[in-house]
């Protein structure tokens, strides 16, 4: 009979602490929140942007070296190139140059060029030889001091030098002559660089990597090996072609992984 009277109360005493729970957790439900703000942070993190904040006039100086790369087409007007009214014949060189940018705006680097040319009109090699062909092979390092650096265009100086080698195809009318001779030379230059950059685009980044260089300049090489000396590589020469922005590539590449962390 006690076990009864007892359980009874245990049931009842269960269900009104069950009953208050209910109350008490219904109540919370109705109570209207309040968003509260979260504290602004002392140093808030820049938002990232492709937004150019470049003022007119200012030149730019990044934090750290910068990584570039480019085509480098010359058209060369050698001394000795030149049809029989003696004006200068355009010789094709290709190239690729890669060098470092530095952020005092001084660019250090290295260039590859070669050709292979058939002469239209032969010259004299020495006193019984043509030359009817050549092909040249050459590296140059190169000193490139900016004069200033802009949104849109970067105006630089640069000064190269070099050694490189020379195959000279020949041809005589006495029998038994030599018809290849080799040689080599120490090219020196200087001129003047423009890169014209593409405009800021947010639709398509990778368009904002690329622009298009323009060098003209003039060069004169020391040779010992040549038979002749109206073989001559010095003269004036220019260049045209597209060029690639590696620190344009490196702060896009920042800004996404800077919107990939927020996400």
Known sequence: MMNMVTLKHGLKKGLLTGLMLLVSIYAWTQVPKVNIPAPEPTNPEPKATLTDTLKPGEDRHDRLPSFSADTDQRYFLFYDSRDPTNRHIPISVWGVRVGVRFPNNIKIGVGYYFTRQA?????????????????????????????????????????????????????????????????????????????????????????????????????????????????????????????????????????????????
Do not use: C, H
Request: charged share 20%; hydrophobic share 40%; glycine share 8%.
């Open 119 to 263: 002469l239209r009109y032969p010259q004299p090699f020495g006193p019984d030889r043509v030359l009817v062909g050549r092909r040249l092979k050459y590296l140059m390092a190169y000193v490139e001091p900016f004069i200033f650096r802009r949104r849109w265009l970067d105006l630089s100086v640069p000064i190269e030098a070099g050694y490189g080698f020379a195959r000279y195809d020949l041809a005589s009318s006495i029998p038994d002559q030599p018809t290849v001779q080799f040689g080599n030379f120490v090219p020196i230059g200087v001129g003047v660089s423009a890169a014209f950059k593409l405009p800021l685009s947010n639709k398509f980044t990778p368009l904002r990597w690329i622009g298009i260089s323009a060098y003209i300049g003039y060069r004169y090489a020391f040779q010992n090996t040549v038979a002749d000396k109206s073989i001559n590589y010095a003269g004036i020469f220019y260049s045209i072609g597209p060029t690639f922005f590696f620190d344009r590539m490196r702060n896009d590449y920042q800004v996404w992984r800077q919107r990939r962390k927020k996400k």
